[in-house]
């Protein structure tokens, strides 16, 4: 886990570079194409049809990475799998959006500031020292899912996480041979109290109406046929109680009459609410807080898009959640089209940055030049992505310029401006900039950096390359 989070950490200046900040918080001014807010299925999914539109995309994939599917032990009604594991079904679509060059931050958004475009979004490490930083973005998934409901009821907080729980596969296994309760009659109490079930004595079901309402119906009879499970209908939960060190009895009322039962470990399972709150105040969100859709996907703000549990009250599939999550980035990447167009025809607010003049030099003007000097080739040839206005192409570009300089002749050197030639940067398989790709006098690729660190390294060898 240590080393795919490790694998994440990349400075790219069309990230914003976020991470390569030591200390907090840190701006980064160069806007990321298209940030997606959560880690969920959802939320990759977008990444996914985002990179493949040739649109780079920053996960900031928050607190739960994965999300809720990966406390799912079998996932049975995924097309293509008759079953699978939650966690391993999240690794192979994680794997699919950093395959196709999308950059996951194991960071948190605690603000975002959707006043002006591009959009502010802060977020913060999840380690002990929380350094904050700050990035902007043109465009925002929001895919922050939703958290368990809790019961509101004497004994809950004092006893959560000793005795009270919300995933029975993250905490199930503390309880083999005792007794648990599943408090709810919907598909998370089936799944809840089925995985109980394999591991516990006895597992109590507490159905506060006359009946489940869980959409799986085949899955509720199989478990209810395990004689281990016990449901009672019509029964709610009035109180948890304890030995002050774990909590050890559920006061129900069944019918008018109070009971006090002994467990071991109590399961809630009585749905969830989305998680919407850092967007209050500046999206439209419904009464019982899901962000309200203007369109498929579309909120009530231009470029801002919802996905997943935190717009949907029905549901709260994950492939529903991928769904919208597809939907969502083909319409992001048709919209940033138009919007990158209109902001393009601004006035630039830095100056661009400057090329050395050499006749070793081409500053290229137009799509066809790259692949007609690199099948003319007659001597190795630099080719260096960058964007005029990203601050670690700024950094690099006097070490290439003396570069330049000093291989003229032996080395030709290509810059490729991504602003204009978005085309090129995506068959040319460039994820960031800058990029710099070494090509052999045959017009061969035979390396490739990325960052403005490995590019100095890079030049520093050219000695190896030139004629
Ligand atoms: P649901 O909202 O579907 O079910 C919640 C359950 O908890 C209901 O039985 C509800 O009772 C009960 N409940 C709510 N509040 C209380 C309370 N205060 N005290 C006692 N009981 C309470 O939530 P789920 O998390 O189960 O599912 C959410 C969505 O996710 C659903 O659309 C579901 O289909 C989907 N899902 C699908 C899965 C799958 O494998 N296909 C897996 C998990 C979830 P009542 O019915 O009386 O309101």
Redesign the pocket.
């Known amino acids: 886990m240590l080393k795919r989070l490790l694998k994440s950490v990349i400075c790219l200046c069309m990230l914003a570079s976020p991470l390569c900040a030591n200390s907090a918080p840190k701006e980064a001014n160069e806007p990321v194409p298209t940030v997606i807010l959560g880690g969920g299925i959802g939320a990759l999914t977008s990444a996914v049809y985002l990179q493949r539109a040739g649109v780079q995309s920053l996960v900031i994939e928050g607190r739960d990475p994965g999300g809720a599917i990966i406390q799912?032990p079998q996932v049975q009604?995924w097309p293509g799998e008759v079953e699978i594991d939650g966690y391993s079904l999240m690794e192979k679509v994680r794997n699919q959006a950093e395959v196709n060059g999308a950059k996951i931050l194991p960071q948190e958004v605690i603000a975002v500031d959707f006043s002006q475009r591009p959009y502010k979004v802060t977020t913060r490490d999840l380690d002990e020292k929380k350094a904050t930083h700050v990035l902007y973005a043109n465009s925002c998934i929001i895919a922050t899912g939703a958290a368990p409901?809790l019961?509101g009821i004497s004994g809950e907080n004092k006893y959560w996480t000793r005795g009270v729980y919300s995933c029975a596969t993250c905490d199930g296994a503390l309880f083999k041979d005792k007794t648990v309760a599943v408090?709810?009659?919907?598909?998370?109490?089936v799944?809840e109290a089925e995985y109980l079930s394999k591991i516990a004595k006895k597992v109590l079901i507490?159905?506060?109406?006359g009946t489940?309402?869980?959409?799986?119906i085949m899955r509720k009879e199989h478990l209810l046929k395990n004689p281990n499970v016990e449901v009672h209908y019509h029964t709610?939960?009035q109180e948890i109680k304890g030995d002050e060190n774990k909590a050890t009895q559920l006061v129900v009322k069944t019918d008018g009459k109070i009971k006090n039962l002994p467990v071991d470990g109590i399961f809630l399972?009585?749905?969830?609410t989305p998680n919407s709150r850092l967007f209050q105040g500046q999206l439209e969100i419904s009464q019982d807080g899901y962000i309200v859709l203007k369109d498929t996907q579309r909120t009530s703000l231009a470029g801002v898009y919802a996905i997943g549990d935190v717009v949907d009250p029905?549901?709260?599939?994950a492939i529903s959640a991928a769904g919208d999550g597809a939907k969502a980035a083909l319409q992001a990447e048709r919209e940033l089209a138009t919007f990158t167009e209109k902001v393009s025809a601004k006035p630039a607010p830095l100056a661009a940055i400057p090329i050395a003049h050499s006749e070793s030099a081409i500053d290229l003007t137009n799509a066809e030049q790259l692949s007609s000097e690199l099948s003319s080739a007659t001597m190795p040839i630099l080719v260096e992505f960058y964007s005029p206005y990203c601050g670690p192409c700024r950094k690099i570009a006097p070490a290439v310029d003396q570069a330049i300089q000093k291989y003229a002749g032996r080395v030709k050197f290509i810059k490729v401006n991504v602003s204009d030639f978005s085309t090129l940067a995506s068959q040319y398989k460039v994820y960031g900039v800058p990029t710099a790709i070494m090509y052999d006098s045959k017009g061969q690729e035979i390396d490739r950096r990325v960052g403005p660190d490995q590019i100095n390294s890079l030049l520093n060898s050219l000695d190896k390359f030139a004629q």
């Open positions: 799912s009604n409901k019961l408090i709810g009659g919907g598909d998370s109490a799944l507490f159905v506060r109406s489940f309402r869980a959409s799986e709610t939960i399972a009585i749905g969830s029905y549901f709260k599939q």
